[in-house]
């Protein structure tokens, strides 16, 4: 069964700060990965989406790169904001489903 | 405005009783899905439909139940089966292979 981790489990950054999420899972026999951000309270919003024969995608200042092989995929955040405080959740997928770790609870301080 | 939507935002629930969580998506997509998040805890996936009339089981189903007699719609029946329903449900929505996924709002369900 696909297991997700991420590192580290809450992160606090000054604003304008670059930083770097994490995330690892058990079985590279995904058909793609996904990042999305959660508000306290809400739902999912997607972020990105890197399919399995990608090696990273960019929207905005964010960037995502996935190595499939080695179970590993990292969200690069660029000049971070305080806008940018939420839950990230990096979820790979299996055929019929999206696999979830507990997230990184990222704080930006004004 | 396109998307999925999810109701009620917050739900009470008594011992014993059934209740139903409402799912609507206008994006067109064939599959829907089931999530439940738990504090410290990953989603995990109750149900989920590719075509209409069609519904496979999650990881952890007991005591949920659905329909798909819409390609619209995707509500979840919460049984009295289900031991520990306290839980926000998230509801999702994909075209069918490697595509993006959408979420709704959730729902926040309290036993009372």
């Known amino acids: 069964k696909q297991e997700v981790t991420q590192i580290p489990a809450a992160l606090s950054v000054p604003e304008g700060e670059n930083l770097v999420l994490n995330c690892s899972f058990t079985?590279?026999?995904?058909?793609?990965l996904q990042w999305f951000r959660q508000d306290p309270g809400k739902g999912l919003t997607s972020l990105l989406l890197i399919q399995s024969s990608q090696r990273e995608q960019t929207s905005g200042r964010l960037n995502a790169s996935l190595d499939k092989s080695s179970g590993r995929s990292t969200l690069y955040i660029a000049a971070s904001q305080p806008g940018d405080s939420a839950t990230y959740l990096c979820?790979?997928?299996?055929?019929?489903?999206?696999?979830f770790g507990t997230g990184t609870r990222l704080t930006v301080i004004p | 405005d396109g998307g999925i939507t999810q109701s009620p935002k917050y739900l009470f629930r008594k011992e014993g009783q059934n209740v139903t969580l409402s799912c609507e998506q206008n994006l067109n997509h064939d599959a829907m899905y089931w999530y439940r998040q738990d504090p410290g805890q990953g989603l995990r996936l109750i149900y989920y439909s590719q075509i209409v009339n069609d519904f496979q089981k999650g990881d952890i189903a007991e005591g949920y139940s659905v329909s798909r007699e819409k390609k619209e719609s995707f509500p979840l029946t919460v049984t009295s089966a289900q031991k520990n329903p306290t839980a926000f449900y998230l509801c999702a929505s994909s075209q069918i292979g490697n595509t993006e996924a959408f979420f709704g709002q959730g729902t926040r369900l309290t036993v009372v």
């Open positions: 079985d590279s026999a995904i058909y793609n």
């Open positions: 979820a790979p997928s299996g055929a019929n489903n999206l696999f």
